[in-house]
């Protein structure tokens, strides 16, 4: 991965080496599996350490052939009238899923995914409307902003990590740029 932040980070640590890891999969830090993780999930196990880096802003889209035929939204509510594709989490009810239950009970949904990607895929191929995350969507091919951003779906980054890492040189050096450095990391 190639980054202004990661080559500042590279100049100011030029002897450890970082590997990104990008998956829809939470790995397991308490078995070493990861040593530090981006999630947008508050952390759920006291043994997880952690900082808020960023909100982000959750929007209703859909492929363009999608709206067209089946209109936009004017209100949450209106989604109960479309189709609409889930996020749908093997290990966790996601946050997507109880919103969308609460404003359109009627939704039919037509799509359940259980990657990111998965559902932007299911998005762009007409499936139906579905709430996405701004900064993936935005700049998706295939995707139309239909409606948002939705106040109710703004959920956090948190960077964590296993409390028995904390004192790790090359974790907590790598754990203390990311945080000071946070504000460029919003800015993503």
């Known amino acids: 991965m190639r980054s202004p932040l990661m080559a500042k980070f590279n100049a100011r640590y030029p002897n450890v080496r970082v590997e990104f890891i990008l998956n829809d999969k939470l790995f397991d830090l308490a078995k070493g599996e990861a040593d530090i993780a981006i999630r947008s999930t508050a952390p759920y196990d006291d043994a997880l350490f952690g900082r808020k880096i960023a909100d982000c802003r959750w929007a209703i889209y859909g492929s363009r052939v999608y709206v067209e035929r089946h209109g936009g939204i004017d209100d949450v509510s209106d989604l109960g009238r479309h189709a609409v594709a889930l996020l749908d989490v093997?290990?966790?009810?996601?946050?997507?899923?109880?919103?969308?239950e609460k404003v359109a009970p009627q939704a039919r949904v037509?799509?359940?995914?259980?990657?990111?990607?998965a559902l932007v895929s299911a998005a762009r191929s007409g499936v139906g409307l579905v709430a996405l995350p701004m900064i993936v969507a935005d700049g998706e091919q295939g995707l139309v902003f239909v409606y948002g951003p939705v106040p109710d779906l703004t959920t956090n980054f948190y960077l964590l990590i296993h409390r028995d890492m904390r004192g790790t040189p090359r974790v907590r050096a790598l754990f203390d740029f990311m945080v000071e450095t946070a504000p460029a990391i919003r800015s993503l």
Do not use: F, Q
């Open 90 to 100: 093997e290990s966790r009810r996601h946050v997507t899923k109880g919103w969308l």
């Open 110 to 117: 037509a799509a359940r995914c259980n990657s990111m990607t």
